[in-house]
């Protein structure tokens, strides 16, 4: 192997083209390397339209950035013809080593896309010595053609989530395969609620789906997603997930005791203490003791926090029609706890909402998919929102999650 075939290894250059020039130039640090490339005189090439061959019309000096070559940069120089077809005009040709309208090589966006999958974006581009905006436009790219190709003709139950790329900002949803194990994720939209199910359903239509198909859907009990699901997938059936019961009364148990810290000092550790499983997770010596004061002191965050904690007795219920008894049980039970105390208003509209949901929420006792999956997708979340950091806005947040949880992951690797 000659020096000159060495130079281009992985290039993808054939006839007509060929290498004619190759120098490092000493004046840059680092040293950049250029490659020369050209065709053979009187060569016909591909009308980028209809692949006739025809012959040049002019020629345009082009530039591609390509892999460094050791520590030294590379570029790769060509004129390049505009071809005359009779059909079509005069049509810039394409080459065979970059893809039209990239200013770098298959090559260093093949090598570009490998990091991008291992690590945060910012850190590859570092690596490869280009700007994140300009790897972040060819992941996009990528990962957008891998999108237009997703078949979603077998799809029958998805599971549905929003997300913000920011905290409180820029809302998008998820929609994910509730059959799929691994690489779930089938569209992302920006937004929240009602609008985003018509973008799914236009999607699916766009992918060989029918929204007739989808018999099932999971989610949280937002009545936009409800209301949006009625209208754009008629034959669903809507399963709410255990996980956003429990985030329902976590949540009112958490404003509970942010209202009554404004008007009495909790015990230190109290926030921990009652946000998390009393069982499951292993409480701190700290905040066992910030409980039994909590109890002792008759604080009202402690009364919903026995309400959170409480419906555990529901999930263990082992048939529906167990379900909807402990479901009645457990309302009558805490409205009692509640009681007209003004600070446990939040908890009151948990109950409610659970009221109003019973059903959705004994379905899951009959529904085949497991709500692993949708308590999944948090740390899918966190992941995207990491690996984007530095330049995150909603497009580059929606990227990452088709990247690293959705077909399109496994057809870069592929590229
Ligand atoms: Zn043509």
Redesign the pocket.
Known sequence: MDSQQVLLLGLGIEAPWKLVDQHLDTDKQPHELHLEIRAGRGAKYA??????E?PAHDFQEKTWCHLNFFQHHCYVHASVPR?K?????V?LAEVPWARKGSAFTLLFEQAALALAREMPVNAAARIIGITDKRLWRIIQHYVGQAVADFDLSNVKAVGLDETASKRGHNYVTVFIDMERRSEPVLFVTPGKGKETLKQFKGFLEDHQGRPEQIREVVCDMSPAFLSGIEAQLPNAQVTVDWFHIVQTFTRALDDVRKQESHIAPLPKHTRWAVLKNAIADHLTVNQLNALGDLLAQGFDTVTAWRVKERLKWIRQARTPRAARWRITRFINYASGLVGDSHLLEPVRKALQTLRTHAERVIRRWTSTYTNARMEGLNSLFQAARARARGYRNTETFITMIYMIASPAGSVLKSI
């Open positions: 009308c980028p339209v209809c692949g006739r025809c071809v077809c009779p059909e079509h005009g049509k």
